[in-house]
């Protein structure tokens, strides 16, 4: 799934995962860095779903 996103924004799995933890407030933005895409509230909801399954 995280490929798929990557996909879908033209961008690195790591870049995908770098935006979920800065839009779920876990680490801080990067300065200088921005990211030019924002995750949907669904992407968000998936990312979060596939993480609590990796830590059980």
């Given at each position: 799934m995280v490929?798929?996103m990557?996909?879908?924004?033209r961008?690195?799995?790591?870049?995908?995962m770098?935006?979920?933890?800065?839009?779920?407030?876990?680490?801080p933005?990067?300065?200088?860095?921005?990211?030019?895409?924002r995750l949907?509230?669904?992407?968000?909801?998936?990312?979060?779903?596939?993480?609590?399954?990796?830590?059980?």
């Open positions: 490929c798929f990557a996909d879908r924004y961008t690195t799995t790591e870049r995908v770098q935006c979920f933890l800065v839009q779920e407030a876990e680490v933005a990067p300065e200088k860095e921005s990211f030019p895409f949907t509230d669904n992407e968000m909801e998936i990312l979060r779903g596939l993480l609590s399954r990796s830590g059980s």
